[in-house]
């Protein structure tokens, strides 16, 4: 496992490289963790990254802003780029080795294939933004291609991704474990996000109202009301600090369909803060 005291990581752009990186540290017996990202890393990254350093020998985390994850109106050009900061705090967190492919290895000339998952990513972030998942599982796919892990770490943050990757990766038998792991939060209950630094001053006040929905979700479920006043209650903490709702949802944590009675729950949200959209969720637990 590598500590806190660690020497910087590699940073390798070569994806035959990173991959015969990879297969030689498992052949040494060595157990890998990987942890995809966006980069404009935080401690909710860096909690992936300590969480795998436990768990693994070596750590390899991917920093790709990945074009076809973003709509054509979305904020790809404006997306945050902090490579030196990242790779400082990869470091502090443990990782061995910092995966940046350029977008032309990823999509090479004539690249023609894509992966579609069907009924998991169809509603909720992928009925708003279409397409965004082929994107995420085409990438995904391809990472779990050029970093052959024994375990990759993804965040609870993004709910429905955790979902769609774990269904992309039993349909097609990807010899990796999936591990998802809490979303680490601001003091006022924000979720970390990269997105949240969009936020003008105003905007970061208004945007405590996503985690303030969700926890009055959480009390209605468990004072045993009808899903549908949970949902209102989600709805209810985002008009009261101007934020448009895109969807308050509580459905089935694995099928993301209705729950049934009796299991645990998630609740969805994601709303509009200014032109920053952002997102969140709670567990909810089993009820009598
Ligand atoms: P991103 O760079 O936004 O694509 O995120 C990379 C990974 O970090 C994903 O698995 C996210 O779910 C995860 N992540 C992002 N924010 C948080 C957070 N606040 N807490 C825990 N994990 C997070």
Known sequence: MNTPSSPAPLVVAEPRLMRDTILAARRAGRRVGFVPTMGALHAGHASLVERAAVEC?????????????????????????????????????????????????????????????????????????????????????????????DAAYFGAKDWQQTVVVRRMVADLAIPIAIEVCPTVREPDGLAMSSRNAYLSPDERRRAVALHEGLESAARHWQAGDDVALVEEAIRAALRAHDVPVDYARVVDPQSLVPPRPGAAAVALVAGRVGTTRLLDNLLLPPRP
Not at 121 to 134: L, N, S, T
């Open 57 to 149: 020998d070596d750590v390899v985390v991917s920093i790709f802003v990945n074009p076809k994850q973003f709509g054509p109106r979305e904020d790809l050009a404006r997306y945050p780029r902090t490579l030196p900061a990242d790779v400082a705090l990869l470091g502090a967190s443990g990782a061995r080795w910092v995966f940046v492919p350029e977008a032309a290895t990823a999509y090479p000339a004539g690249h023609a294939t894509s992966v579609v998952v069907a009924a998991p990513a169809a509603d909720f972030e992928g009925a708003i933004r279409p397409g965004h998942f082929a994107g995420v599982a085409t990438v995904v796919c391809w990472l779990f291609n050029v970093v052959p892990a």
